[in-house]
């Protein structure tokens, strides 16, 4: 399994961001997708994540301001960032769960088997 994230940037505080992460194949999507966030000094940490039928968790501190969404089509995961927070600054991954769950989707990050390189976003103020 292959991911590839792209769309990091920076922005000012307010503004927006829209990550996409390329899937290799179309029934990598079909399992558990995540977003992860790891800024530096801090341990990673669960943004969001999408099952196979398209449900969706949020971690708190995006919640109403973050939205992950898929493209079967396209093999391809997003994260829709509004109203940037300095605190979001971090390198985000994506994350997939293949061939193991399709509808229990954690944000700890444990069950996920397969990792993309990485984006940076960063946020000033």
């Known amino acids: 399994v292959q991911l590839v994230e792209s769309g990091g940037g920076s922005v000012e505080a307010g503004g927006s961001l829209r990550l996409s992460c390329a899937a290799s194949g179309y029934i990598v999507i079909w399992y558990c997708m995540g977003w992860f966030r790891q800024a530096p000094g801090k341990e990673r940490e669960g943004v969001a994540s999408i099952n196979g039928n398209g449900i969706s968790k949020y971690a708190d501190s995006v919640k109403g301001r973050f939205t992950i969404s898929k493209d079967n089509a396209k093999n391809t995961l997003y994260l829709e960032m509004n109203s940037l927070k300095r605190e979001d600054t971090a390198m985000y991954y994506c994350?997939?769960?293949?061939?193991?769950?399709?509808?229990?989707?954690?944000?700890?990050?444990?069950?996920?088997?397969?990792w993309g390189q990485g984006t940076q976003v960063t946020v000033s103020s």
């Open positions: 994350a997939n769960d293949y061939g193991g769950s399709q509808w229990n989707c954690p944000l700890n990050g444990v069950s996920y088997n397969s």
